[in-house]
């Protein structure tokens, strides 16, 4: 398999694509295993959603309505959904190139692994930015918590 680009001629030779191969198959144990994941989380939040609306705990025990927590359940899914999709697209296509050793078939594998590690990238970078904000609030509290308890 040759790719070739502006600056010269890639090879790729028959140990990297070996490695691709044995990439291939983790990604798509992980794909699989992530599905299976996000099926359960799917499958066990609509359980709890229709627990709670059968049941009617109230706002007093969650602070919210209990549509709020299967709209979550939603929203959760579908975040996890795509990093998994484009994760199996990548181990589909690549075995694909490696059979075949097909070029667009290895370019189509490689733009799925790098969609993957850009939404990746976003969501820890959102999680960090959340991180960082719930402990500014915590830390905010704590000392408007202090203030209050030497006034008393």
């Known amino acids: 398999m040759e790719v070739t680009g502006e600056q010269g001629r ?5 140990e990297t694509i070996r490695d691709l191969n044995t990439i291939r198959k983790w990604s798509m ?13 799917f499958t066990i939040g609509i359980a709890a959603g229709i627990f709670l ?5 109230g706002p007093a025990i969650l602070g919210m309505p209990e549509w709020i927590v299967i709209i979550i359940i ?9 990093p998994l999709y484009f994760l ?6 690549t075995g694909s ?4 050793t097909d070029k667009t ?3 189509e594998a490689f733009r799925n692994l790098r969609n993957y590690c850009i939404y990746m990238g976003i969501l820890v970078i959102l ?23 030497t006034a008393i």
Request: proline share 0%; hydrophobic share 65%.
């Open 10 to 14: 890639l090879e790729i030779c028959e």
């Open 29 to 41: 144990f992980f794909s699989i295993l992530g599905f299976i994941a996000i099926g359960l989380m």
């Open 53 to 57: 609306l059968i049941f009617d705990t």
């Open 74 to 82: 939603f929203a959760l899914t579908a975040l996890f959904f795509f």
């Open 88 to 93: 199996n697209r990548f181990a589909h296509h």
């Open 97 to 100: 190139a490696v059979k075949k």
């Open 105 to 107: 078939e290895i370019r």
């Open 127 to 149: 999680l960090l930015a959340t991180y960082f904000i719930v402990f500014l609030a915590a830390g905010a509290s704590v000392a408007l918590l202090r203030d209050f308890g």
